[in-house]
């Protein structure tokens, strides 16, 4: 089996089945699909079990769990595929997306591939995007990818133990994204490789952080978090997260200006996360790496 995908799910049984529809289209067909439905309804189990797939389909029904990462790793263990990757339940791949992945995975020689999100002309949606292919590291890794166009060798997945489960969206702590650039600086610490290639991308619903309602400003407070955390945690400096405070302020500002006061808003609410985030991601990694001196001690006495 060539590749596994794996789809961690709550609240969404109509895109998922979409997804199932459409990844048939893929033309490369060596892959398998595995659904982890947190849902506490049976509704998409009882969906899925009329199906009659022409590949692979694997579910796993865990009501009560919560957590994309969670859910994620716990996909992970139904898997047999080569490599792995983590489709959101509402985005889409185009019908050459696994067979592209495939052939960067053999030119390049690395653990890990990446693309972009895109609508259906290929515009960048919901993050900004390197516009060159390169090599992934911690000065681009926020640049280079989003969790649901990150693929990687079974190897690479298994060497960090997979996702963090306390970082990513439904999380039991703040930390509500980037769990994706978390588990790639994982990867590039223990020596995996990765590489980003903007002509790979998927289709995703795109965010509107243009008019944002009240759900999407509170979420963004979340979002924020996660990408500080993970900032914080893997010691970039307050120069580099600094960038990232500027330009949420300097969103802010703009959006005054414009009289966009729901954008103006939404801005306040990254800033804040961005901090809140990072003071917590520097808190762990003290922790961490008090942790580790405390194991060291133990192993010499």
């Known amino acids: 089996m060539k590749?596994?995908?794996?789809?961690?799910?709550?609240?969404?049984?109509?895109?998922?089945?979409?997804?199932i529809r459409t990844i048939d289209a893929q033309t490369c067909r060596d892959f398998e699909l595995i659904i982890v439905d947190q849902n506490d309804d049976d509704r998409l189990a009882e969906a899925i079990g009329v199906l009659n797939t022409p590949f692979p389909l694997k579910y796993r029904h865990v009501p009560g769990v919560r957590g994309a990462s969670r859910g994620r790793n716990l996909g992970?263990?139904?898997?047999?595929?080569?490599?792995?990757?983590?489709?959101?339940?509402?985005?889409?791949?185009?019908?050459?997306?696994?067979?592209?992945?495939?052939a960067l995975f053999a030119e390049k020689g690395f653990d890990i591939v990446c693309g972009r999100a895109a609508d259906e002309n290929g515009r960048d949606i919901n993050g900004r995007y390197a516009q060159?292919?390169?090599?992934?590291?911690?000065?681009?890794?926020?640049?280079?990818?989003?969790?649901w166009m990150l693929f990687f060798t079974r190897a690479a997945f298994e060497g960090v133990s997979g996702f963090d489960e306390d970082v990513g969206v439904g999380a039991s702590t703040p930390w509500q994204a980037n769990e994706g650039q978390d588990i790639v600086l994982r990867m590039i610490a223990r020596g995996y490789r990765g590489w980003y290639d903007p002509a790979l991308f998927a289709h995703h619903p795109e965010l509107n952080v243009f008019t944002p309602d009240g759900r999407m400003r509170k979420k963004a407070r979340g979002y924020a978090r996660g990408m500080g955390y993970v900032l914080g945690r893997h010691g970039y400096s307050l120069r580099f997260f600094a960038s990232y405070i500027i330009r949420s302020i300097g969103g802010m500002a703009l959006s005054l200006l414009r009289l966009n006061w729901a954008r103006a808003v939404y801005y306040a609410n990254v800033t804040a996360g961005r901090v809140e985030g990072y003071i917590g991601g520097k808190r762990e990694a003290r922790l961490a790496a008090r942790r580790e001196a405390s194991n060291k001690v133990e192993q010499m006495a």
């Not at 292919?133 to 890794?141: D, E, L, T």
């Open 76 to 102: 992970f263990q139904l898997a047999e595929g080569d490599y792995v990757c983590f489709p959101d339940d509402d985005c889409s791949y185009p019908p050459r997306l696994l067979d592209d992945v495939l």
């Open 3 to 19: 590749f596994s995908l794996i789809i961690s799910t709550l609240g969404r049984p109509a895109d998922v089945l979409e997804f």
């Open 132 to 147: 060159q292919a390169q090599s992934v590291s911690a000065a681009n890794v926020f640049s280079t990818q989003i969790e």
